[in-house]
């Protein structure tokens, strides 16, 4: 019974994990397409953008403090990718150390 709840619990965290990955990557391709087209504020485009530029952004900024933008090169995205794969890390060693127990 324990089992499968961990089972269950390690695959929802793993997959809210991922999922986030994906909106972050979505967010910095379309950053790259606004900066180049342009488009006017009331795209539909636009207002995705700005919507996941408000809700992506405070992870950013936190990583910003740690690693400011290096000759306009901005770093802060690797640190969050390389935090999520820490986290899917550790998660990964503790859920089959608590299933070999």
Do not use: T
Not at 23 to 30: A, E, F, K, T
Not at 70 to 98: K, N, Q, R, W
């Amino acid at each position: 019974m324990l089992n499968s709840f961990l089972i269950f619990l390690y695959y929802v965290i793993k997959s809210i994990l991922q999922s986030l990955a994906i909106v972050i990557s979505v967010y910095i391709l379309m950053g790259w397409i606004v900066a180049v087209v342009r488009p006017k504020s009331n795209n539909a485009f636009v207002k995705i953008y700005s919507f996941l530029g408000e809700k992506i952004e405070p992870m950013f900024a936190y990583c910003r403090q740690f690693v400011p933008p290096i000759m306009g090169l901005d770093f802060s995205p690797i640190l969050v990718f390389l935090a999520i794969e820490g986290i899917h890390y550790v998660l990964s060693l503790l859920f089959m150390l608590l299933l070999k127990i």
